[in-house]
């Protein structure tokens, strides 16, 4: 039987995002899938042209059991590997005992200062929590993939960012629907990847969780790359990011 591999996109994105990471996967034996968070489409035109009201109430909580669902439907427990919120997400499926292990690539901090912090310039929008809310290419090219050349960045935004619903902000903001045992000794295995050059999620925001996921027994792993941004699972010099992930996912669960 083969492995399997699940992958969570985070914020502002789709599957689309992790098209080169499957391959990598799927070139060392894993069986993979990227489902796209509920009542969103699997491909960013299919986004693009759905009405806003379509998407703007979901929520961490829905998001949550969507892929808690997906998870169950599969013939054996998944590695779980999530970008942005995508990351969240992954931490609190493994808190829940959903999937072997886990990858948390560029999590935003959730609740509490960390989480208005990273989600606070959203919640300036008017009646963020029940809008869609948009990125512009400005804010795109400064925060999320200033690494990138500016032929690059027109390139990415175009081909990857949609409206994001505004709730999640929010959500994560207040710790609604996130809450995450942190002392959880039955968690499994988990990785927590930062960015050094991430101007969406600081890296001093993913060693944080880091700290306190350290307040368990299970196996708890930090891993800062230099360099990089918050577009790291797709900028020049994700291939080390990809294999690192594996190697360390092979490492954990005993499988070479």
Not at 110 to 130: F, M, V, Y
Not at 179 to 199: E, H, Q, S, T
Request: positive net charge; proline residues 8%.
């Amino acid at each position: 039987m083969s492995r399997q591999a699940l992958f969570i996109h985070g914020t502002w994105l789709t599957p689309l995002i992790w098209s080169r990471f499957r391959r990598r996967f799927e070139a060392c034996g894993y069986s993979c899938s990227a489902p796209a968070w509920p009542l969103l489409a699997a491909d960013p035109a299919g986004q693009r042209s759905q009405p806003p009201r379509a998407t703007a109430s979901l929520g961490i909580a829905a998001i949550l059991a969507h892929y808690a669902g997906q998870i169950g439907d599969l013939a054996q427990p998944p590695l779980l590997i999530g970008h942005d919120l995508g990351g969240l997400l992954v931490q609190l499926l493994l808190d829940r005992g959903l999937g072997c292990a886990g990858i948390a690539i560029a999590p935003p901090a959730h609740g509490g200062l960390e989480g208005l912090r990273g989600s606070g310039p959203w919640l300036a929008r008017q009646a963020c929590w029940r809008g869609v809310l948009h990125m512009s290419p400005q804010h795109f090219a400064r925060t999320m993939a200033q690494t990138l050349t500016p032929e690059r960045q027109a390139a990415a935004y175009a081909r990857h960012i949609v409206p994001a619903p505004g709730r999640v902000f929010f959500d994560n903001a207040l710790g609604i629907g996130s809450r995450i045992d942190f002392g959880n000794p039955d968690r499994p295995p988990l990785l927590l990847i930062a960015a050094g050059a991430d101007r969406s999620v600081r890296p001093a925001a993913v060693a944080a969780a880091y700290r306190r996921h350290r307040g368990s027994t299970a196996v708890t792993t930090f891993k800062h790359f230099s360099g990089y941004s918050h577009w790291l699972i797709a900028e020049p010099g994700w291939e080390t990011i990809a294999d690192y992930c594996i190697e360390w996912a092979q490492n954990q669960l005993g499988r070479f």
